[in-house]
């Protein structure tokens, strides 16, 4: 398993893919499509991306959408 953190968020590899998930998120992740916060399966990388439950991918989002 291998694991890297950057702003916020982690990218971790295990059997069953990639996972981007927030770190320090108010509820624990599992590494699985089945996870409480119902990730996407983004098709193009593949990769699967969490969402968290404080909201700051909306935070992050509106950041970039005013720059």
């Known amino acids: 398993m291998n694991a890297k953190a950057?702003?916020?968020?982690?990218?971790i590899e295990v059997d069953e893919g990639v996972h981007v998930f927030p770190i320090g998120d108010k509820r624990r992740h599992i590494m699985s499509l089945e996870c409480w916060c119902r990730p996407r399966l983004d098709k193009e990388d593949?990769?699967?991306?969490?969402?968290?439950?404080?909201?700051?991918?909306f935070h992050e989002r509106g950041k970039e959408l005013l720059q």
Do not use: K, Q
């Open 6 to 11: 950057s702003e916020g968020w982690a990218v």
């Open 46 to 57: 593949p990769v699967i991306v969490h969402n968290s439950m404080d909201g700051r991918e």
